[in-house]
């Protein structure tokens, strides 16, 4: 059972930054890729950002790009979402998510095992 604890959230004007830290005990993160996904009241969760093992390769969605970035840090066993010029769309509960078993970035929820508690972004016009 991998073990994901989301922190960072807020609430932040449009325009902002923000950056979300998901961390685990688990002494085999380095091992596998990591996603982002958000999800807004009503809606379905949404893919964010995901990156690879070593951190070399990242996916972000078309929505996010050029102002979040994902990135990892295999000695902290902890990814994290700097988000900037934060947008009030953007407000959303933000999950981290795992899969220990998969090589390759994935952008689809339903390939994710493991899930975060999530955490509240607010962003406010």
């Known amino acids: 059972q991998v073990q994901l604890v989301e922190s960072g959230g807020g609430l932040v004007q449009a325009g902002g930054s923000l950056r979300l830290s998901c961390a685990t005990s688990e002494r085999t993160f380095s091992t596998y890729p990591m996603g982002w996904f958000r999800q807004a009241p009503g809606k379905e969760r949404e893919f964010v950002a995901a990156?690879?093992?070593?951190?070399?390769?990242?996916l972000n969605a078309d929505s996010v790009k050029g102002r979040f970035t994902i990135s990892r840090d295999n000695a902290k066993n902890t990814v994290y979402l700097q988000m900037n010029s934060l947008k009030p769309e953007d407000t959303a509960v933000y999950y981290c998510?795992?899969?220990?078993?998969?090589?390759?970035?994935?952008?689809?929820?339903?390939?994710?095992?493991?899930w975060g508690q999530g955490t509240q972004v607010t962003v406010s016009s």
């Open positions: 990156i690879s093992r070593t951190g070399v390769t990242t």
């Open positions: 998510a795992a899969n220990p078993l998969a090589i390759t970035t994935m952008s689809s929820p339903s390939r994710y095992d493991y």
